[in-house]
């Protein structure tokens, strides 16, 4: 990949981007950015849900947070390739075997910053929600998640391009969005395809990155106010 983006510098895109063929194979190139778009959100809103539950655990009973982060960091140390591997001869080429390797992916990153966030959550507003009755339950939900949110989203920011550029991957067995293209253009030696396929892939993770940050913008009126000059 990094050989092509190489010729693509020196020689320019004329010389290494078929246009005719993308013209003729917009169908394709949209499919593939739905089919990328589905793997990559399934995966953010399961590995999110996760997350908040493994999160709750780890905050009630603080014992578990090591053994959770040891096996979360343990599946984020996999290589790829290998965790996609392992999965098929269990659960078969496709959609699931997919989104059960991007899924793990997410676990550390998204676990660390909620319980980092929710422990950053003043003393105070704590006491305050107890005084006024609170449930644990309840209060992790309205009060700490909702306050913990900037760090949240930044643990979906970070896993959001993580998972953009993991979902090429995937195309290995046999659902992989934009790294179809780039698996097609490596079987065919076809540069053309390649460089579709990775340069809508860094525009897709640029694209979510933004998105969440203005998504964060909007459910954080407070940081706003707080920036605000006197």
């Not at 990094?2 to 993308?22: C, K, T």
């Not at 997350?51 to 040891?70: H, M, N």
């Not at 996999?78 to 899924?103: D, Q, R």
């Not at 395809?193 to 969440?212: E, M, Q």
């Amino acid at each position: 990949m990094s050989l092509a983006w190489a010729v693509l510098a020196a020689n320019g895109p004329d010389s290494f981007v078929w246009w005719e063929w993308i013209g003729r194979n917009l169908d394709e190139i949209r499919e593939r950015t739905v089919e990328h778009l589905q793997l990559t959100a399934v995966a953010l809103g399961v590995g999110l849900v996760l997350s908040v539950l493994l999160s709750a655990i780890a905050l009630r009973w603080r014992r578990t947070y090591t053994p959770i982060t040891w096996v979360t960091g343990l599946l984020y140390a996999i290589p790829s390739v290998a965790l996609f591997a392992f999965l098929v001869p269990v659960t078969g080429l496709g959609f699931v075997t997919a989104e059960i390797g991007l899924v793990s992916y997410t676990l550390l990153i998204l676990v660390r910053n909620i319980v980092a966030g929710v422990d950053g959550v003043p003393a105070a507003v704590v006491e305050a929600a107890d005084g006024m009755g609170y449930t644990p339950a309840r209060r992790f939900v309205d009060v700490d998640l909702r306050l913990a949110t900037p760090a949240i989203i930044a643990g979906l920011r970070i896993a959001s391009v993580t998972i953009v550029g993991l979902v090429t991957v995937t195309a290995l067995v046999g659902s992989g969005g934009y790294g179809a293209l780039i698996l097609d253009g490596l079987s065919r030696d076809f540069s053309t395809p390649i460089v579709v396929g990775a340069t809508l892939s860094i525009a897709l993770a640029v694209v979510l990155d933004l998105a969440l940050l203005g998504l964060q913008h909007v459910l954080t009126p407070w940081t706003r106010h707080r920036e605000r000059p006197a």
